[in-house]
């Protein structure tokens, strides 16, 4: 059974996942509609596929694989603690 403050930990980690899929939507919806406003040519548009591409790649892979092969998390909480730890790095990144 878990205890209080594993319990408000998990629900923590699943907000925190939740909003970087949030994130994760909203750039792909400005990425649509600077496709659909003026194709794939767009510099815009190039410069945030790679972004979200290298992102994936560079940040949330490694993050998962290390919680699935060296700490043993299960998947759907290795998922969580990826999604959750791009979207505290956001968090640090000026607008």
């Known amino acids: 059974m878990q205890t209080d403050s594993q319990s408000s930990e998990l629900r ?3 907000k925190d996942a939740r909003k970087a899929i949030w994130l ?4 792909n919806v400005v990425v649509l509609f600077f496709f659909l406003v003026d ?14 591409s290298a ?3 560079f940040w949330l892979l ?12 299960r998947v759907k ?3 969580y603690k990826a999604l959750a730890s791009f979207k505290e790095a956001i968090a640090h990144v000026s607008w």
Do not use: R, T
């Open 12 to 14: 923590k980690l699943v």
């Open 24 to 27: 994760f939507a909203v750039l």
């Open 39 to 52: 194709g794939i040519f767009n510099e815009f548009v190039f410069v945030l596929l790679f972004i979200q």
């Open 55 to 57: 992102l994936l790649i």
């Open 62 to 73: 490694p993050v998962f694989c290390y919680q699935v092969f060296f700490k043993k998390l």
């Open 77 to 79: 909480l290795a998922l």
